[in-house]
């Protein structure tokens, strides 16, 4: 953790090693092809659209056949590992690679892949559920605290010999009591949610549409939400609906004690509009990991005292990283032991499935099996 | 209240002198002396000072009580009372009151910010953004804050708070304390050493007395160990500082999330070249909210002893 000791583990760099492969498959296993051509019946043949770290390649090699897209085998594969943010699952895909039954994603966003197109098809499509989500809400709620209580700042405060030199950094805000207006009360919404009430804040949200289970307060209409709350947090996904869903009205709504937090996507934002309030002193406060044309940021930011500023950070954990390997593995574990070759599987593949762990807590069990559940509208 | 001396010995929140006034108290400023003439200034004024405000910074200790013949009451505004000599007052009869309860949530707060921070290196994060690196590469992995089992050290009041915050975020809990507490959910260990060996974050949040004075030492740094974080939110003398900073340094502790110090406002400079360390500067209550509600309650408490009414927050 320190700066002496960098961790020898997944880098987000890594995920851009390219796979290498022999004909009789990859990693450190017994692959081989056999002598009529199929991948042998304990490791099931997987096609792989994205370069593999050497974690991935470990860990997938040793139950599956990986199969690249050059292989004559990648036509009669019948599961594909995609990741959400390098490939697009659409009509081309599936008649690229026609034996498709099962697509795995390394995402928790499913909006790459044409899930009508899918269900049509009898493609089943699996992602990687709430495996993402304590991380980013962690983050989320990090940055929270941070614009309310200064720590980044005050920290550079320190650092800068200030507080020998100056006195006393002023005084921030307290996080009880705050209304906090969640925008997307997904996933990943709601664990900010959970985390944020016990703190005392007050937890409104909206969506498109209410969420019957939500025990929040709903909003059905984003200005008002800003004009009833002191914080708003992004964290929907990114459609054509949602984008800049902050704009001009929402931060004047907010007001000048407003602040908003985005671990959603840049283009949530109004990027510009953003900016200018808060050259204006319009609104008090923002905490950024997402931006809309990243690794840029706007130079205006850089001298701002009350702006934190992170690089797209809030789901690298190398716990999630790890996670999401194994959630993969569980999905495609799933279906072929469902669906062997030889038999007609028993998914029909009407709606899409979303894999969930069977065990809470920091290391998690994958699920053994996965549950066939409501499609899109849960994930937003 | 009206004209009740009261020394105030550190400047302090304008809402608090404000009240004070309209209430028609007699003001004394002891940082209005340089430090060489503060006693010169105490001699001249003690016949009029009947109450001292104290806190963090300046408290009020045993030569300072004996040159005021005419103190009944010291109101902290603070909950830590590590800087009112607690002995001599009870000697004297002189009344003590605290700010219990008002700060206890805002201390949490930042207890569980600077965990975060410091596990996921937001500052570091920040500017590593604002040096413009982001345009050459990313930023390494930072380790999970969900999940990471949470050791408190003192459960009382702000630990109760902050394992309730941590749980929020499926930490397991585990504490030690003077005496194991009526809490199944969260796992008593009966030294700081056991407690240290067996959590991956640590928390100081005791009151700093002789027992607790030093109770981070190289043992406890070291049992933490290469992937571990201290939080800080008690005392600077909690801790034993010159330890804390070689273990950093070398990398034998993961890291460190501090908003208190030995010798405030100095801060070991070699922190200032760890991404792994936070530091904030004593702000653990210093929200503005936080700040009236505890000027509130020291003003409440003048007002009843010099009422011969009973006291809010007697400490003494």
């Known amino acids: 953790m320190g700066t002496r000791k960098t961790p020898v583990t997944l880098r987000k760099e890594n995920m851009n090693f390219s796979l290498s492969l022999t004909a009789s498959g990859s990693g450190s296993g017994s692959t081989t092809i056999s002598s009529d051509g199929s991948p042998p019946l304990d490791r099931p043949p997987v096609l792989v659209l994205l370069s593999l770290s050497d974690a991935w390649s470990s860990a997938l090699s040793a139950k599956f056949t990986i199969i690249p897209p050059s292989s004559p085998l990648s036509t009669s594969t019948r599961a594909v590992l995609i990741s959400g943010s390098v490939n697009r699952v659409d009509s081309t895909l599936l008649d690229q690679y026609p034996s498709l039954r099962c697509v795995v994603t390394t995402s928790a966003g499913v909006n790459t892949i044409n899930l009508e197109e899918c269900r049509r098809r009898g493609v089943l499509v699996a992602n990687v559920g709430e495996t993402y989500s304590n991380d980013v809400a962690d983050y989320a709620v990090g940055l929270l605290i941070d614009a309310f209580r200064r720590l980044t700042m005050s920290d550079r405060y320190l650092r800068n010999g200030l507080w020998v030199s100056r006195g006393d950094y002023p005084l921030g805000s307290k996080l009880g009591g705050k209304r906090v207006g969640i925008v997307g009360l997904g996933s990943i919404g709601s664990a900010i949610a959970k985390r944020l009430e016990a703190f005392g804040c007050k937890i409104s949200y909206f969506s498109r549409k209410p969420k019957p289970t939500a025990n929040y307060k709903y909003v059905p209409n984003i200005i008002d939400l800003a004009t009833k709350s002191d914080v708003l947090v992004v964290s929907c996904s990114l459609t054509k609906e949602t984008h800049h869903i902050i704009n001009k009205q929402v931060l004047q709504a907010l007001g000048k004690e407003g602040i908003i937090i985005n671990i959603g996507r840049g283009a949530h934002i109004d990027e510009p509009e953003l900016v200018r309030s808060l050259v204006q002193g319009e609104i008090k406060g923002v905490g950024l990991d997402v931006f809309e044309n990243e690794p840029n940021v706007p130079k205006e930011m850089f001298e701002m005292e009350n702006v934190v500023l992170t690089p797209h950070q809030a789901v690298f954990t190398p716990e999630a990283l790890s996670d999401v390997i194994q959630i993969c593995i569980a999905n495609f574990e799933a279906f072929f032991a469902e669906n062997r070759p030889g038999t007609t599987g028993t998914t029909t593949g009407t709606d899409y499935c979303i894999s969930r762990r069977t065990q809470e807590g920091d290391q998690g069990r994958c699920a053994e099996s996965y549950q066939t559940l409501k499609p899109a509208d849960d994930l937003v | ?316």
């Open chain 2, 1 to 316: 209240m009206e004209s009740l001396g009261v020394l105030l010995t550190y400047p302090q929140f304008p809402y608090l002198e404000q009240e004070l006034l309209r209430r028609g108290c007699h003001l004394l400023r002891l940082y209005d002396s340089p430090k060489n003439d503060q006693f010169t200034f105490l001699h001249a004024n003690a016949s009029s000072i009947r109450a001292v405000i104290g806190d963090t910074h300046v408290g009020a200790d045993a030569a300072m009580i004996d040159v005021l013949p005419d103190l009944e009451i010291v109101a902290s505004f603070s909950v830590g009372l590590d800087k009112v000599d607690l002995v001599k007052c009870k000697e004297r009869g002189i009344r003590v009151t605290n700010t219990p309860d008002v700060l206890t949530d805002d201390v949490a707060d930042l207890a569980i910010g600077l965990a975060i921070a410091v596990l996921r290196k937001i500052p570091a994060a920040d500017r590593f953004v604002r040096s413009s690196a982001w345009k050459k590469g990313g930023y390494p992995l930072t380790t999970k804050f969900s999940g990471k089992k949470v050791g408190i050290l003192g459960l009382g009041r702000i630990g109760l708070a902050i394992a309730k915050q941590a749980e929020a975020f499926n930490c397991p809990i585990s504490y030690n304390s003077r005496s194991e507490k009526p809490h199944p959910n969260y796992k008593y260990y009966p030294t700081p050493l056991d407690l240290a060996s067996n959590c991956e974050v640590l928390v100081v949040s005791c009151a700093l007395t002789n027992e607790t004075r030093l109770i981070v030492n190289r043992a406890i740094i070291d049992a933490l160990g290469p992937q571990g974080v201290l939080i800080n939110i008690g005392r600077g003398p909690h801790v034993d500082e010159a330890e804390l900073v070689s273990a950093l340094v070398e990398g034998r502790l993961g890291g460190a999330g501090l908003d208190v110090f030995e010798n405030e406002p100095n801060v070991p400079e070699e922190f200032f070249w760890l991404d792994n360390v936070v530091m904030t500067p004593h702000v653990g209550s210093d929200t503005v909210e936080t700040s009236k509600a505890m000027a509130d309650l020291v003003i409440a408490n003048l007002e009843a002893h010099v009422m011969g009414r009973p006291l809010l927050t007697p400490v003494l």
